[in-house]
């Protein structure tokens, strides 16, 4: 019983030194590696969920495919890589050192006969001549030799490339020193730390000072990626982490100051390069440090590198315009409103609020001509209406109109969550270059009077129903207004519908095209209505513009129930406030990696690039001749090291036959 457990330790200490196990180990380490390229890593789980949809998210979740590099899982393969490779180490280095300094003089004859490397011939010279001449021709080709006397001539043994030997250590050697960094920079105390319940992550979006103790973390943490936004004139002492479905708040040793934030345009308007001014407010140092950073430049400052990573808005001011879609229209609101913060607002249906999501002052898209450009179409700005019961619609509106085959549009882009794509609201552009005309439209064709108003007057003007008493002709100006409600709440869908619904199906194609004929006529009536009011003397006929546009707007009230607000939010002027996006970093696993790496690169070219070669060369006398027999061995580079013999054995030969 004792000498198996004697021996259990042995077989244990085998198996973590195993070739087998360490080439498992890194076939491990490289598909993880692949995963972690692959699969972008450290996003909002929300993203994931997006990107994966819920079953595939909460698969790769139990993986832990999010954070690869500080999984559970690739840690312990770290671990086991660090200790299978060391133990590898320290069982064949003591080995290889003695064979470098081994020139292997005791080989008997039998053994070197065996090489595939094997020649024999007899010499003119005697021993000593010849003993000179070999010795001198392998010095000449850099081998070292030692030279032992036997009792029937003398061996000559000779080796070069002893640094191959070094070669596998220091591979060895660094890849325990690139894991051992890899180790340090997992985020092992904060696996631990998770594990035994000492912190949490915060997944609510509230003010730093408000996070829990429990969800931050100290300003000695050994190893951390985080990342915070600045305001220029602004300054702060932490950052934030993103960790599985939230983030952590990681304290700061110092003080991170923006006094400037640059960024240079292309004249597309494409962002070209952009850096910060900071500066380094620490307690400990005394005066302040400052330093310009920007992309691919970062800045150290004991153990932690800052680098310029994003930007973003800082809080801009913007001065918004509520335009109404319902009711009989009015003068538009206008309120002043700044980014990343929430404004109530109140309207007939309740209290609504405005959640001011992010501002651009720059929008590129390819030139709409099609030509290998790019095209600035201005300022827009991204934002939320929330309902009292918490859920929101998402819109992004932009400052200026966009041209699309030849005609002037306002977009507004609409969703119901951040998985669908934004579906744009095409609202036409009037000859001011403003939607003004448009929501003039829309507000007549919601206001009762005006309705009925301008239903009388196409009924009336119809040659059916001029002969027709008042009450008759009440009632089909009352079927107009009908027709445009129903177009209004439901565009041509409600109306086919509701023929669908209440018209057999073989007149279907007949009452459909008289509806739309109907709901043209009044629909044109009610826009000429419209240019009377803008001064348009509607006796003469309607310009082309007026005519497509028109048709525009009859195209934006088609699908102006979908839109969901009871506003259009449109931007007045704005105050642009600039941001720069900062990662900081502690990473003492690099200082191990960046010369394991070196001493990666130096092993593998002693390798492939010093191979070990071995020769020896028997001398016997015979009478005043002697006779010589050379072996040699080689542990890669076959083919060179067969021109190499060939031609030692061929200068042997010349020089001494």
């Given at each position: 019983?004792?000498?198996?457990?004697?021996?259990?330790?042995?077989?244990?200490?085998?198996?973590?030194?195993?070739?087998?196990?360490?080439?498992?180990?890194?076939?491990?380490?490289?598909?993880?590696?692949?995963?972690?390229?692959?699969?972008?890593?450290?996003?909002?789980?929300?993203?994931?969920?997006?990107?994966?949809?819920?079953?595939?998210?909460?698969?790769?979740?139990?993986?832990?495919?999010?954070?690869?590099?500080?999984?559970?899982?690739?840690?312990?393969?770290?671990?086991?890589?660090?200790?299978?490779?060391?133990?590898?180490?320290?069982?064949?280095?003591?080995?290889?050192?003695?064979?470098?300094?081994?020139?292997?003089?005791?080989?008997?004859?039998?053994?070197?006969?065996?090489?595939?490397?094997?020649?024999?011939?007899?010499?003119?010279?005697?021993?000593?001549?010849?003993?000179?001449?070999?010795?001198?021709?392998?010095?000449?080709?850099?081998?070292?030799?030692?030279?032992?006397?036997?009792?029937?001539?003398?061996?000559?043994?000779?080796?070069?490339?002893?640094?191959?030997?070094?070669?596998?250590?220091?591979?060895?050697?660094?890849?325990?020193?690139?894991?051992?960094?890899?180790?340090?920079?997992?985020?092992?105390?904060?696996?631990?730390?998770?594990?035994?319940?000492?912190?949490?992550?915060?997944?609510?979006?509230?003010?730093?000072?408000?996070?829990?103790?429990?969800?931050?973390?100290?300003?000695?943490?050994?190893?951390?990626?985080?990342?915070?936004?600045?305001?220029?004139?602004?300054?702060?002492?932490?950052?934030?982490?993103?960790?599985?479905?939230?983030?952590?708040?990681?304290?700061?040793?110092?003080?991170?100051?923006?006094?400037?934030?640059?960024?240079?345009?292309?004249?597309?308007?494409?962002?070209?390069?952009?850096?910060?001014?900071?500066?380094?407010?620490?307690?400990?140092?005394?005066?302040?440090?400052?330093?310009?950073?920007?992309?691919?430049?970062?800045?150290?400052?004991?153990?932690?590198?800052?680098?310029?990573?994003?930007?973003?808005?800082?809080?801009?001011?913007?001065?918004?315009?509520?335009?109404?879609?319902?009711?009989?229209?009015?003068?538009?609101?206008?309120?002043?409103?700044?980014?990343?913060?929430?404004?109530?607002?109140?309207?007939?249906?309740?209290?609504?609020?405005?959640?001011?999501?992010?501002?651009?002052?720059?929008?590129?898209?390819?030139?709409?001509?099609?030509?290998?450009?790019?095209?600035?179409?201005?300022?827009?700005?991204?934002f939320k209406l929330r309902k009292a019961d918490g859920t929101a619609q998402e819109y992004i509106n932009y400052m200026q109109p966009v041209q699309?085959?030849?005609?002037?549009?306002?977009?507004?882009?609409?969703?119901?969550?951040?998985?669908?794509?934004?579906?744009?609201?095409?609202?036409?552009?009037?000859?001011?270059?403003?939607?003004?005309?448009?929501?003039?439209?829309?507000?007549?064709?919601?206001?009762?009077?005006?309705?009925?108003?301008?239903?009388?007057?196409?009924?009336?003007?119809?040659?059916?129903?001029?002969?027709?008493?008042?009450?008759?002709?009440?009632?089909?100006?009352?079927?107009?207004?009908?027709?445009?409600?129903?177009?209004?709440?439901?565009?041509?869908?409600?109306?086919?519908?509701?023929?669908?619904?209440?018209?057999?199906?073989?007149?279907?194609?007949?009452?459909?095209?008289?509806?739309?004929?109907?709901?043209?006529?009044?629909?044109?009536?009610?826009?000429?209505?419209?240019?009377?009011?803008?001064?348009?003397?509607?006796?003469?006929?309607?310009?082309?513009?007026?005519?497509?546009?028109?048709?525009?707007?009859?195209?934006?009230?088609?699908?102006?129930?979908?839109?969901?607000?009871?506003?259009?939010?449109?931007?007045?002027?704005?105050?642009?406030?600039?941001?720069?996006?900062?990662?900081?970093?502690?990473?003492?696993?690099?200082?191990?990696?960046?010369?394991?790496?070196?001493?990666?690169?130096?092993?593998?070219?002693?390798?492939?690039?010093?191979?070990?070669?071995?020769?020896?060369?028997?001398?016997?006398?015979?009478?005043?001749?002697?006779?010589?027999?050379?072996?040699?061995?080689?542990?890669?580079?076959?083919?060179?090291?067969?021109?190499?013999?060939?031609?030692?054995?061929?200068?042997?030969?010349?020089?001494?036959?």
């Amino acid at each position: 019983m004792s000498s198996v457990n004697a021996s259990l330790p042995r077989t244990l200490f085998r198996f973590l030194g195993s070739m087998n196990l360490a080439i498992t180990l890194l076939v491990a380490v490289a598909i993880a590696a692949v995963i972690g390229t692959v699969l972008k890593q450290n996003q909002p789980y929300v993203d994931y969920v997006l990107k994966f949809g819920p079953f595939w998210f909460e698969i790769f979740k139990a993986l832990d495919l999010y954070d690869v590099y500080s999984s559970s899982w690739f840690l312990t393969i770290l671990t086991f890589l660090v200790v299978s490779t060391s133990v590898c180490v320290y069982r064949n280095t003591p080995h290889m050192l003695r064979d470098m300094r081994n020139f292997h003089e005791h080989a008997h004859r039998t053994a070197l006969q065996r090489l595939a490397h094997h020649a024999q011939w007899q010499s003119a010279q005697p021993l000593r001549s010849s003993s000179d001449y070999v010795g001198a021709l392998l010095k000449h080709k850099h081998y070292k030799i030692k030279r032992l006397d036997t009792q029937d001539g003398q061996l000559i043994a000779a080796k070069k490339g002893a640094g191959s030997r070094l070669g596998y250590i220091f591979t060895h050697v660094a890849i325990v020193i690139i894991c051992i960094g890899g180790l340090l920079d997992g985020n092992v105390p904060l696996k631990i730390a998770q594990m035994r319940g000492d912190i949490a992550v915060e997944t609510r979006r509230i003010p730093a000072s408000e996070v829990p103790e429990q969800s931050t973390l100290p300003a000695d943490n050994l190893s951390f990626r985080a990342n915070i936004d600045i305001t220029e004139g602004k300054a702060a002492n932490i950052a934030f982490i993103d960790f599985k479905d939230g983030y952590l708040v990681q304290k700061l040793p110092f003080t991170i100051r923006v006094d400037d934030f640059r960024i240079e345009h292309y004249e597309s308007g494409q962002p070209k390069s952009f850096e910060s001014d900071l500066v380094i407010i620490d307690e400990d140092s005394g005066a302040p440090v400052r330093q310009t950073i920007s992309v691919n430049h970062p800045f150290s400052y004991k153990g932690y590198t800052i680098y310029q990573n994003s930007f973003g808005d800082g809080g801009s001011q913007l001065k918004l315009a509520l335009h109404p879609l319902t009711g009989t229209g009015g003068q538009a609101r206008e309120i002043e409103a700044t980014v990343k913060q929430a404004h109530p607002i109140k309207t007939a249906s309740g209290e609504l609020s405005l959640e001011i999501v992010d501002f651009r002052p720059f929008n590129v898209n390819p030139d709409p001509t099609g030509v290998k450009k790019f095209h600035n179409i201005g300022p827009s700005f991204q934002f939320k209406l929330r309902k009292a019961d918490g859920t929101a619609q998402e819109y992004i509106n932009y400052m200026q109109p966009v041209q699309q085959d030849g005609e002037s549009f306002y977009l507004s882009g609409m969703r119901r969550s951040p998985a669908e794509p934004f579906q744009y609201w095409f609202i036409p552009a009037d000859t001011e270059q403003r939607p003004d005309r448009f929501l003039n439209f829309l507000a007549a064709l919601h206001n009762p009077d005006r309705l009925n108003q301008v239903a009388l007057a196409t009924a009336r003007a119809t040659e059916n129903s001029q002969s027709l008493p008042a009450a008759e002709q009440q009632k089909v100006a009352d079927f107009m207004i009908t027709l445009s409600r129903q177009f209004i709440d439901g565009g041509n869908e409600r109306i086919s519908a509701q023929i669908e619904k209440s018209v057999p199906e073989e007149q279907r194609r007949q009452v459909a095209e008289l509806y739309a004929t109907v709901l043209h006529q009044f629909l044109r009536n009610m826009y000429l209505t419209i240019l009377e009011q803008e001064g348009v003397d509607i006796d003469q006929p309607v310009s082309d513009f007026d005519m497509r546009f028109f048709e525009n707007a009859v195209n934006a009230l088609n699908v102006s129930h979908q839109y969901g607000s009871p506003f259009l939010v449109s931007l007045n002027s704005f105050k642009h406030i600039e941001a720069t996006g900062l990662q900081v970093t502690r990473s003492p696993g690099q200082w191990l990696v960046f010369p394991g790496c070196l001493l990666l690169s130096v092993g593998v070219f002693f390798m492939f690039y010093l191979p070990q070669r071995r020769l020896w060369v028997i001398i016997r006398p015979d009478g005043e001749k002697s006779s010589l027999t050379l072996a040699g061995s080689a542990l890669r580079n076959r083919y060179d090291f067969d021109r190499e013999f060939e031609l030692i054995r061929q200068d042997l030969t010349q020089k001494l036959t």
